[in-house]
């Protein structure tokens, strides 16, 4: 049966683009020669513990967990699904070669599995809470397997939480193969990642439609601006007038335009970003900040390069990160809809 995947492309997504760019996904362990000629686990095994045999034991069981993995689970047809760190989106697509070293590659992207990328830029918004955080992993490469998550991925879209499947470990995994961290990612938790999906899931569940526009104005407010929010309905092309000063009119004077997508993470295009730049100019503001919740069409981000000095793109990670930091700031209203606590934690100095 058909298996998912999923392969991180870095801490701060080192390895998008020339996954994107050379069809292919993987990377990591540069110390690493290649695997070409291990068919075994236990062969991979062999040649990890004598290139890390300084390391901790977890860490070389994980390695050689992952390693196998990406040299001998991953084979054509499985879905391939890559979180992006640079745009806050996910790459999904199908493994066409299972694994190559790329000896011509950098460092960091040498043990790669070849992918025909299907689509790079859907919403994390789009991906239900429970989804999200089987996604959330500090691993590299993991296989979500639990609530029905190889269907769901297969389809492109999530079309919601369903029937969890009676096996703990991946589709296409034997008991013989199944490796307890790749196959059971939720016990390697990313939480910083999954604090921000749920967040994120209630911000998109509560503050749906011109109640995003409201939450934007208010975070502008905490950030010092003076805002005019425009009413319900055709509002033509801006949502929210922004000024420095006690009557907003001060420099930076500032047009909003916010998007909410729908729960379903619309993506918008590229005519919002031009009638934004027209209502700019007709009006003489100094900058534009375009709200959109499911992130932008491939157009709309193409056209955003011509106009990234004056025009701000906030997708749905950028709103959470601009809410968390002025929460202490925001209405004691907000503050109940959207009840945050911050917890300290120590970091794992391997992250």
Not at 45 to 56: P, Q, T
Not at 170 to 175: D, E, I, K, P
Not at 192 to 210: P, S
Not at 329 to 343: A, E, F, M, N
Request: proline content about 6%; glycine content about 10%.
């Amino acid at each position: 049966m058909t298996a998912a995947w999923v392969v991180r492309s870095g801490k701060l997504g080192e390895r998008d683009q020339i996954a994107l760019e050379q069809s292919c996904s993987g990377g990591g362990w540069e110390e690493l020669p290649d695997l070409t000629d291990c068919t075994s686990r236990d062969e991979v095994a062999k040649v990890v513990n004598d290139v890390l045999s300084r390391e901790s034991k977890g860490r070389i069981q994980n390695a050689v967990a992952q390693l196998w993995a990406l040299r001998g689970r991953i084979t054509p047809g499985d879905i391939l699904v890559m979180p992006m760190k640079t745009t806050k989106q996910l790459a999904l697509g199908r493994v066409t070669e299972g694994y190559r070293y790329r000896s011509d590659n950098s460092p960091a992207m040498r043990h790669v599995v070849s992918v025909d990328w299907q689509r790079t830029d859907l919403p994390r918004s789009a991906v239900k809470q429970d989804l999200l955080y089987i996604l959330g992993s500090v691993l590299t490469v993991f296989a979500p397997s639990k609530n029905n998550a190889v269907a769901r991925l297969d389809y492109g879209t999530d079309p919601g939480a369903v029937e969890p499947l009676p096996t703990l470990i991946s589709q296409g995994a034997t008991s013989v193969e199944a490796d307890s961290s790749v196959d059971s990612p939720e016990l390697s938790t990313d939480f910083e990642q999954v604090v921000t999906d749920q967040i994120l899931t209630r911000i998109c569940e509560d503050f749906a439609g011109h109640e995003l526009a409201g939450l934007v104005t208010a975070v502008l407010e905490a950030e010092g601006f003076r805002c005019d929010m425009a009413p319900p309905g055709p509002d033509g092309g801006v949502d929210i007038t922004a000024g420095r000063g006690p009557l907003g009119l001060d420099t930076p004077t500032l047009l909003v335009q916010v998007k909410s997508g729908g729960q379903v993470g619309g993506q918008v295009g590229a005519p919002v970003v031009s009638q934004l730049q027209g209502v700019m100019s007709a009006q003489g503001a100094d900058q534009g900040l375009l709200v959109a919740w499911g992130g932008l069409t491939r157009p709309a981000r193409d056209q955003m390069r011509h106009h990234r000095l004056r025009i701000r793109v906030w997708e749905a990670a950028d709103v959470v990160d601009a809410v968390l930091r002025n929460y202490a700031r925001l209405p004691s209203g907000i503050q109940t809809r959207l009840p945050l606590k911050q917890v300290w934690m120590l970091s794992n100095p391997e992250d």
